[in-house]
């Protein structure tokens, strides 16, 4: 028989986050051990026919390990293989923030957003170590906005009620450079109904649909000019109340001529630049006739209570007629921003 151990003997710079693997050949394996310089077992597991062994575990960083493995062979003969291995020390630890979290509940427009904490030069290993599962089956794509940021989308907007299950599998993970990744991270995510919102600049109303049904037209306030309200497809990013809207946030001081600084009951987040939909009961005489804003949505408080309560963060609202700018891809969670075609090759890879 022939029993063979991965790594080999005497392997260097060995990956911690892949398995240790002992097959045999014409007999079957009978035992293992795999141990640290310091003694501590390594669990692994032996299939059912006997033929392999494989870690349950991944390996350490920096260490040096011990394979045993002794079998017998279809001839009753035994025989016994020794490894003896050391696994990669980096030079960079690689963490990553998630978007959305464990046990979130979110929009149709919900991209899965991955930041890291340093650049990744082997971009092709993070979306291997990256598993998303869904159901029902969905269709998507990685796409890199920098060095450090990947999203993965699907192909048209999540269908109401899908279970998204991310494994963030990179500890351990060889990025280039020195860079592994550091701790993986795990999350089940539930996409809710289908809100989606469609904002016109030129009718002043905003109809809001639930699951294809138009349940209520808002009369709105969008961007005046000079200040008009940039036209796209927004993710709700996150929701707020008795929140304090300040212009210098997006780099305008509060004492500047368009500056401003003011409490507002409602207040959604729909991009990094400062858009929000919010209460705004100081317009309410131009809602429905004309656009007054800074560039957020204004509506009713009443109507700005209602939307929030009914909807999460990763809703879509689109906002067309405005007569502003292109909404950036980058601006927040602007995604589908981004033609499928152009997706699908995968941006800063």
């Not at 923030?97 to 899965?112: C, E």
């Not at 998507?140 to 450090?148: L, V």
């Not at 210098?248 to 507002?264: I, L, Q």
């Not at 007054?292 to 939307?307: K, Q």
Request: proline residues 5%; contains cysteine; aromatic residues 8%.
């Amino acid at each position: 028989m022939k029993i063979t151990i991965t790594p080999g003997d005497k392997a260097v710079d060995v990956v911690p986050g892949g398995p240790v693997t002992i097959a045999a050949v014409d007999g079957k394996v009978t035992q293992v051990t795999l141990v640290n310089e310091a003694g501590e077992p390594v669990a692994g597991q032996l299939s059912p026919d006997g033929t392999t062994w494989q870690t349950t575990e991944p390996l350490g960083f920096g260490k040096t390990y011990t394979a045993t493995a002794t079998g017998a062979g279809t001839d009753g003969k035994p025989a016994t293989v020794t490894s003896v291995f050391s696994t990669a020390t980096p030079r960079v630890k690689a963490d990553v923030s998630m978007n959305p979290l464990d046990g979130q509940t979110v929009g149709v427009g919900q991209p899965l957003a991955f930041y890291f904490d340093v650049n990744i030069e082997n971009k092709a290993a993070v979306e291997q170590a990256i598993q998303i599962g869904t159901t029902p089956h969905t269709e998507g794509a990685f796409y890199w906005y920098d060095d450090s940021e990947v999203h993965w989308r699907p192909k048209e907007y999540w269908a109401a009620g899908t279970k998204i299950t991310v494994n963030a599998a990179i500890y351990g993970k060889d990025f280039g450079n020195g860079v592994f990744g550091n701790d993986s991270r795990l999350a089940n995510i539930t996409v809710g109904d289908a809100i989606v919102a469609t904002a016109d600049g030129a009718t002043h109303q905003m109809t809001v649909t639930i699951n294809g049904a138009v349940a209520r037209t808002i009369p709105i306030s969008m961007g005046k000019p000079g200040h008009e309200t940039p036209v796209g497809t927004y993710v709700v990013m996150s929701e707020h109340t008795n929140y304090t809207m300040d212009s210098s946030t997006y780099g305008v001081p509060t004492d500047a001529a368009e500056g401003y600084r003011t409490h507002v009951d409602v207040a959604s987040r729909m991009s990094n630049s400062g858009i929000f939909y919010h209460s705004a009961p100081w317009s309410v005489g131009d809602q429905g006739h004309r656009n007054v804003s800074h560039g957020c949505i204004n509506m009713t408080t009443e109507n700005a209570r209602w939307l929030q309560e009914i909807s999460q963060k990763g809703d879509v609202i689109t906002v067309q007629n405005s007569g502003g700018p292109v909404l950036e891809s980058w601006d927040g969670l602007g995604d589908w921003q981004i033609p499928w075609d152009q997706w699908v090759v995968g941006g800063k890879r």
